[in-house]
């Protein structure tokens, strides 16, 4: 199965940006959903980007439309967030999640993800 590692995360003041990465191993991200998720402080854990890797469309939570862009180096194996704009709104603790692969469709659903990385906090001020 594949293994996530996160980083990038930190503290910035409110406008900054930062560009998490999101390194598997194991196995390719291709033919799975992947994407990215956040828990905020006493809240529950949502969906910040998602897609189906090899055939699916992109799709971001109406939060961080504009300011958030999703982006993949096949090449390195590795997933990246670009964070611009950033808002306190958009504290917490940052997860790159991978489904099974073939399991196509429903990306949007935290049941579909098997693997998740360990998490990097970020924090905005």
């Known amino acids: 199965h594949v293994q996530l590692v996160e980083s990038g995360g930190g503290s910035v003041q409110a406008g900054g940006s930062l560009r998490l990465s999101c390194a598997a191993s194991g196995d390719t991200y291709s033919g799975r959903c992947m994407g990215w998720f956040r828990q905020a402080p006493g809240k529950e854990r949502e969906a910040v980007a998602y897609?189906?890797?090899?055939?699916?469309?992109?799709h971001y939570a109406d939060s961080v439309k504009d300011r958030f862009v999703f982006s993949q180096d096949n090449a390195k194996n590795t997933l990246y967030l670009q964070m611009n704009s950033l808002k306190p709104e958009d504290t917490g603790i940052y997860y790159c999640?991978?489904?099974?692969?073939?399991?196509?469709?429903?990306?949007?659903?935290?049941?579909?993800?098997?693997?998740w990385g360990q998490g990097t906090q970020v924090t905005v001020s």
């Open positions: 897609i189906y890797i090899g055939g699916g469309n992109l």
């Open positions: 999640a991978a489904g099974r692969r073939g399991d196509y469709g429903d990306c949007h659903r935290q049941q579909k993800y098997s693997n």
